[in-house]
């Protein structure tokens, strides 16, 4: 904290230039590597197989296969030290019987979490006492979990997506379903809530579409998000395996079974057109990407493929690097919104931590990588 308090002073006597934060961070995340300095704990011989952190950067909570909940304090860390991140507490007899297939913090309090599973169930939590205090059953598999987190009349609003084609949404208050969203032909695989507009819905499913949602409306399906910007309803041939918005809510990535990215435009609902390549895992199973915070620039995309975690730039769509250190399918990424940060679990039973390089390392990564550095030349200092 002191070295922040440090910054903020040093900023408003205008001793560096209001960009070095940005510059800084945005070497620090394009370094990112697996940490030689952290590793993560655990207390089960199975799984993970999705990952959250808080708002604050304090802790991951974490799902497992078999349908264990564990939490891990991660703010607690020496530079140049070898850190353990523990499980500081975890449940499974209370937990679902079935996979865990998402799980969510409560945006504004971390005394709650909710947890989605193959058991046909989401589940709000109590983290104090590690028990759910409210439970709601479906007819089909919840493969996604969502909750708002913008603040408003919705924020007390769970997105569920179910393999019966649907999305439900339950209410934490009332403790009763509240809306039923019909439109997929197909598995509903994945749902977030927009960070623009807390009524505002996107969805994604093993029928190729992703559609925009206003939950205000009795025909709540607003926009169809199409490939080719044409009336074909289709974002992706194949089944949509991941969703993920940039932190300010401008674009949507998504992924699909027909090994694309593609990035959407959210204040038209476009295709950006951006040429990821074929970046994506020819796999139908959902997995979990995550994008870099605002204040790295450029942003990156962390998408799971196979074993490997593919980087690209979200705007460009190059291929920046690949994160290389699991030896089983990774299921999941979570981004720490707080400091250069990424976590990954995988089918290996490992959860692996990713940072920047000792101080040492980035002296010299800061000299190699300059976001802001001008590639022109002047033709007169060349003597031309």
């Not at 998504?254 to 038209?268: A, F, I, K, P, Y």
């Not at 030349?377 to 003597?383: A, P």
Request: a negative charge.
């Amino acid at each position: 904290m002191s070295n922040i308090c440090c910054l903020i002073s040093d900023r408003q006597k205008s001793l560096f230039d209001p960009t070095y934060i940005h510059t800084v961070r945005s070497n620090q995340t394009l370094a990112i590597e697996i940490s030689k300095t952290t590793t993560v704990k655990s207390n089960s011989k199975y799984a993970t197989s999705v990952l959250d952190i808080d708002g604050n950067g304090e802790f991951l909570l974490s799902g497992g296969v078999v349908g264990a909940v564990s939490i891990h304090q991660i703010n607690f860390t020496q530079e140049n030290a070898k850190n353990e991140l523990k499980v500081i507490c975890s449940e499974q007899k209370a937990s679902h019987k079935y996979c865990i297939n998402s799980i969510k913090w409560f945006p504004y309090d971390t005394g709650i979490f909710i947890s989605g599973s193959s058991d046909k169930s989401v589940k709000v939590w109590d983290t104090n006492e590690m028990i759910p205090v409210d439970q709601f059953k479906f007819s089909g598999h919840v493969y996604d979990v969502d909750i708002p987190k913008k603040s408003g009349k919705t924020s007390n609003l769970i997105a569920s997506a179910i393999s019966d084609h649907q999305i439900k949404l339950c209410d934490i208050k009332t403790g009763s379903n509240t809306h039923t969203l019909k439109g997929h032909s197909g598995p509903v695989t994945n749902v977030t809530w927009s960070n623009r507009n807390s009524y505002a819905l996107f969805s994604g499913s093993k029928d190729g579409k992703i559609i925009m949602w206003d939950i205000r409306r009795s025909n709540a399906a607003i926009h169809y998000f199409d490939k080719f910007n044409g009336s074909s309803q289709i974002a992706h041939s194949g089944s949509v395996t991941s969703l993920s918005q940039t932190e300010g809510g401008l674009f949507l990535l998504s992924s699909g079974e027909d090994q694309q990215v593609r990035c959407w435009n959210l204040s038209n609902g476009e295709n950006t057109l951006t040429n990821f390549g074929n970046a994506a895992s020819p796999d139908c199973k959902s997995i979990k990407s995550a994008i870099s915070f605002n204040s790295c620039y450029p942003g990156l995309l962390y998408l799971p493929n196979d074993s490997d975690i593919s980087v690209f730039d979200i705007l460009t769509g190059d291929f920046i690097h690949s994160l290389s250190g699991h030896f089983g399918r990774v299921h999941a990424v979570c981004f720490n919104k707080v400091r250069p940060q990424l976590f990954s679990c995988s089918s290996d039973c490992t959860i692996l931590v990713w940072e920047p390089p000792g101080p040492d390392s980035m002296d010299e990564e800061t000299e190699k990588i300059d976001p802001y550095q001008d590639t022109w030349s002047d033709s007169d200092e060349n003597g031309s």
